[in-house]
Structures are given as C-alpha cells and as structure tokens.
C-alpha cells in the first residue's frame, strides 16, 4: 500500500508508463529536464527526451477536495517514440500472440510428452519420497 504523498507509477506492458506526483517527486526520478517550463493552471505539454515521448499536465491528488488547478500534483505520461499514434495497437498484437502460442503449446504432442512425465513422476512413490525430503531441507 502507499500513501498520498509516494509516487505513484502505473505501468502498462508494451504501451506507456504513467506517473503521478509532485514536482519535485517527478524531477528526483529524472523525468522532467533541467530548466522545464511547467505549464499553468490545465494546461498540457509534451516534450522529447531520447527515445521516449512525454505528455504532462497538472492533476488533481487523489482525495483532494476544493480546487487543485494551482496545486503541486502531476501526471506524466512515458511512451517510446516509436509508439507515437498506435495507441494499445503493440500492447494488443503481444498479448494475442502470447495467447496463440500459448493454445499451439497446450496442443502440441511435445506438451502431451511433458505432462506424461509429470503424471509418471508424481505417481513414482520413490520419486516423490525423494522430493519430500528435498524439500523438507
């Protein structure tokens, strides 16, 4: 668990990173460049550093009541440059290849070969005595 006042980071395999946090949070992780122009009050920027793209505005702290367009608080989105403009479209591709190889496996005869030897082997008595007291070490 974390408190209001950690930084918060929100990862999103093969798409972006999204942090949440003060400036001083966000400068301390090397995400902001030396000499940045924060924007006011709602409005956005986005800058290049590298190979990764930023998109930044001013947030609202998570339980924070009243106003908060003036307030320390920030999310900062991370993405390659390459991923500009494809939105989820790599993120997608990956998991449903992941998926189709993981359906070819389950049918494969080499997955077949496999859990054969796992039901052998947990029916060898001697095997698995020998495997308690492995584990019993």
Known sequence: MYSQSDLSIVIFPRHCTRYYGTSEQLCSEGLIPDGFNWPNRTKSVSFVIGEFSFYMHRSKKPCAKGPWASGDY?????????????????????????????????????????????????NDAAYMAFRKQLLNY
């Open 74 to 122: 920030w999310f900062v989105q991370r993405s390659l440059n390459t991923d500009i403009g494809t939105g989820l479209k790599g993120a997608v591709i990956y998991a449903k290849s992941k998926e189709l190889m993981k359906a070819i496996w389950r049918f494969s005869t080499e997955c077949d070969h496999q859990s054969h030897k796992a039901y052998k082997a947990k």
